[in-house]
């Protein structure tokens, strides 16, 4: 594998990112990689180097820049690093600040040789979930497939509740969710769910019965390792499909 640390230049100053692709020559397609709510770690790195063992170029970016180098032990934690995850999270939920982020991004990324020219794909777990939506709802062109795993807060009050944006997606979307998460309630899925219907988006949403939130991850208490794998299988075909 090629792998780098990197950081890319973003009207807000400089974004630290992880980078990476197979080592063989070639161009490979381009996916974005939306953190969760616990941010930049070890963790995110691992799951990139298998999305990118598989045939692809990966940027993580770490979305929390705007207020530092923010990192967490997450075996440690605790009520008063969880208040701060969610000060980061409060933070980090702007669609503007996640539009600019993944331009800057996406432009890094043209300039890169390993990355392959055209179509974009996007994962984003958790907080993660709503920046694949706003990422291709703002860059139609480009974003080919989003996808969004125990994604949060896809249907809120707000203007830029992710739902009022699906009518402006071009890409293909898959959305997976924990059947027991309390995060992503039913009725949300539900509205969701018809919103992509209403707006004609090609999607998929599975609810993976009895699992909770965080069930992707091998190093929480909740990862689920059947249902990951069907995960990896639907992103795996997914991005086949589109890019």
């Known amino acids: 594998m090629f792998e780098q640390d990197v ?9 630290p990112a992880f980078t990476v692709s197979p080592s063989a020559e070639g161009e490979w397609p381009l996916i974005l990689f939306y953190m969760d709510a616990p941010g930049f770690r070890d963790e995110l790195k691992h799951i990139a180097r298998r999305i990118a063992k598989a045939g692809y170029a990966v940027v993580l970016p770490d979305l929390y ?30 669609r503007e600040q996640i539009i600019d982020d993944t331009g800057a991004a996406i432009a890094f990324a043209d300039g890169l040789s390993q990355v392959k020219p055209g179509p974009v794909g996007c994962v984003g777990y958790c907080m993660g979930g709503p920046f694949v939506t706003w990422a291709a709802a703002a860059y139609p062109d480009r974003i080919k497939s989003a996808a969004g795993l125990y994604a949060v807060r896809l249907v809120n009050e707000l203007e830029q509740s992710p739902h ?14 924990g059947g027991d998460d309390p995060a992503s309630p039913p009725e949300t899925i539900e509205i ?8 004609g988006v090609t999607h998929q949403v599975e609810v993976h019965e009895g699992c909770k939130h965080g069930f992707c991850f091998p190093e929480r208490g909740a990862y689920a390792p059947v249902a990951t794998e069907l995960v990896w299988k639907r992103l795996f075909d997914l991005w086949s499909r589109t890019l």
């Open 192 to 199: 969701f769910t018809k919103a992509m219907e209403d707006a």
């Open 164 to 177: 009022l944006w699906v009518g402006k997606v071009q890409a293909e979307m898959y959305f997976g969710f």
């Open 7 to 15: 950081s890319i230049s973003t009207r807000h100053g400089r974004m």
């Open 65 to 94: 820049y705007r207020i530092g180098t923010v990192r967490f032990d997450l075996p440690r934690r605790e009520e008063t690093m969880s208040a701060v995850v969610r000060a980061c999270v409060q933070h980090a939920m702007n």
